[in-house]
């Protein structure tokens, strides 16, 4: 079956930096597109960020030049490399593919 395992969440202090990943195993993973999205508290979860098979990326304008989407297909993994951390960053992070998500994984940025 599908699964998507995130890792690399916690507390960070403003402008910090964390990485995220994302496990993927269940389908042929080097072939599908994959992204990362987020939930603030009381928010809906939206897209930060996607990468195709090819390896083309885009972002959502608000983490433009400070995150950066990545995937490794020899280990089924994506990424997300997280800069300049601000504190409206904080949400539940989610790994997303194959019409699969993962469990989520909290990033908090706060001082």
């Known amino acids: 079956q599908v699964q998507l395992v995130e890792s690399g969440g916690g507390l960070v202090q403003p402008g910090g930096s964390l990485r995220l990943s994302c496990a993927a195993s269940?389908?042929?993973?080097?072939?599908?597109?994959m992204a990362w999205y987020r939930q603030a508290p009381g928010k809906q979860r939206a897209l930060v960020a996607v990468i195709t098979g090819g390896g083309g990326t885009n972002y959502v304008d608000s983490v433009k030049g400070r995150f950066t989407i990545s995937r490794d297909n020899a280990k089924n993994t994506v990424y997300l490399q997280m800069n300049s951390l601000k504190p409206e960053d904080t949400a539940v992070y989610y790994c997303?593919?194959?019409?699969?998500w993962g469990q989520g994984t909290q990033v908090t940025v706060s001082s």
């Open positions: 997303n593919g194959y019409r699969n």
């Open positions: 269940g389908f042929r993973f080097s072939i599908y597109a």
